[in-house]
């Protein structure tokens, strides 16, 4: 079983920056793929970025050019440097991984932005 702890998270004004992370325990096959996805208010699930265990990267067109995943594959850990925030980025963001031994998701954590 796989646990994700998701931390970063808080108030941001517009035009801000602020970095989530997310730490994965437990039983992780090396060859992974670990993303953010992002659930705003009356809205379904949707991608925000993710990067495999070769750190090959992939973002939703929203985000591109502000947001910057990365990962830690010795810490099992995956960031996202989110800068030139907007309203529109509020959300709760959450982490996933994706392996050979299932899917697993982390708990969220709120990203506010708003003046």
């Known amino acids: 079983q796989v646990q994700l702890v998701e931390s970063g998270g808080g108030l941001v004004q517009p035009g801000g920056s602020l970095t989530l992370s997310c730490a994965a325990s437990?039983?992780?096959?090396?060859?992974?793929?670990m993303g953010w996805y992002r659930q705003a208010p009356g809205k379904q699930r949707e991608l925000v970025a993710t990067?495999?265990?070769?750190?090959?990267?992939n973002y939703a067109d929203s985000v591109k050019g502000r947001f910057t995943i990365s990962r830690d594959n010795a810490k099992n850990t995956v960031y996202l440097q989110m800068n030139s925030l907007k309203p529109e980025d509020t959300a709760v963001y959450y982490c996933?991984?994706?392996?050979?031994?299932?899917?697993?998701w982390g708990q969220g954590t709120q990203v506010t932005v708003s003046s």
């Open positions: 996933n991984l994706d392996h050979l031994y299932g899917d697993s």
């Open positions: 437990g039983r992780i096959f090396s060859i992974n793929v």
């Open positions: 990067i495999t265990s070769h750190s090959s990267t």
